[in-house]
């Protein structure tokens, strides 16, 4: 297969970006190559390059500001897996609210207010990523001290993931004959072992020789699975007209959260 070079294009941590010197980063979504990712990475270079720091939210000392600025540290684009595009989610989310206050003047008490408002899990993940960020902010010093510090979240109980028997197994099988998209999902999941951030990435690409090569996201580790000829033939009886083994109706990648749901229904 013929690798794609396409300009201003960054990735990291399996997750791809445009970006053009001194512009925000914009994510395109997809695998490279596919219609998906294209169609976005031509929007973007159609699009007007929007500077680092340039929304009206973007004041110099405002947290809009240090927030595009995180974006373009290697203390950010060291993170790997899906670390990156869900602190994005985090940090976008309190920059479209909160952007025009000045970094400087967030007190502990406005920190812990806001998390009082919170699901445990979520509040969990939103100190995680403002940590990392004003940590990064105090090495910049564009603040004095961290807001987070000394800031605790009581991690919230769980009994884990739970597995499946080889009843349920049995019992999904004969509802999904091989052949449809269900089936070769539960076939990804049992054959491979992988999470399932990684199974709905797994392509034809990453298949030759009848071995499966992936990088796991959340480890960044490089695994060569033999395919189970099980698996092969499920592969090979499920009609799939993307790269990608599993997409949605309209051929686009499943978001982790999406995939589950349409599993469990």
Same mark, same amino acid.
């Given at each position: 297969?013929?690798?794609?070079? $396409?300009?201003?294009?960054?990735? *990291? ?23 998906? !990712? ?9 699009? %007007?390059? @929007? /500077?680092?720091? /340039? ?20 203390? !950010? ?7 990156? %595009? ?11 609210? #909160?952007?025009?206050?000045? $970094? ?5 008490? *406005?920190?812990?207010? $806001? ?16 940590? #990392? !960020? ?37 019992? !999904?099988?004969?509802? #999904? ?7 070769? %999902? $539960? ?14 990435? @797994? ?21 060569? @699975? ?36 349409? *599993?469990?229904?």
């Amino acid at each position: 297969m013929t690798k794609l070079h $396409l300009k201003y294009v960054q990735s *990291f941590g399996g997750y791809h970006y445009f970006r053009r010197r001194g512009s925000l980063r914009i994510p395109l979504p997809g695998i490279v190559g596919s219609a998906e !990712f294209m169609e976005a990475y031509q929007r973007a270079l159609a699009a %007007a390059p @929007i /500077a680092v720091g /340039a929304s009206k939210r973007s004041k110099p000392g405002s947290v809009s500001a240090a927030i595009a600025e995180f974006y373009g540290s290697q203390s !950010f684009r060291s993170l790997t897996g899906g670390s990156p %595009a869900k602190r994005r989610t985090i940090l976008e989310r309190f920059r479209e609210r #909160h952007g025009h206050m000045q $970094l400087a003047s967030l007190p502990k008490e *406005f920190i812990v207010a $806001l998390l009082d408002t919170m699901p445990p899990h979520s509040a969990l993940n939103w100190l995680k990523t403002f940590r #990392h !960020f004003f940590r990064w902010c105090v090495t910049r010093k564009l603040v004095r001290s961290d807001p987070t510090l000394g800031v605790r979240i009581k991690a919230p109980k769980s009994d884990g993931h739970h597995t499946w028997s080889e009843d349920e197994i049995a019992t !999904f099988e004969a509802r #999904h004959a091989i052949g449809s998209k269900a089936r070769l %999902a $539960l076939a990804l999941g049992l054959y491979t072992a992988q999470r399932r951030g990684d199974v709905i990435r @797994i392509g034809r690409q990453h298949i030759r020789d009848d071995v499966l090569s992936v990088r796991q996201e959340k480890t960044g580790a490089k695994l060569a @699975i033999p395919v189970h000829p099980d698996l092969a033939a499920i592969i090979a009886a499920t009609s799939i007209g993307h790269l990608t083994l599993l997409t949605t109706g309209s051929g686009k990648s499943y978001g982790a959260n999406d995939f589950t749901y349409q *599993f469990r229904s």
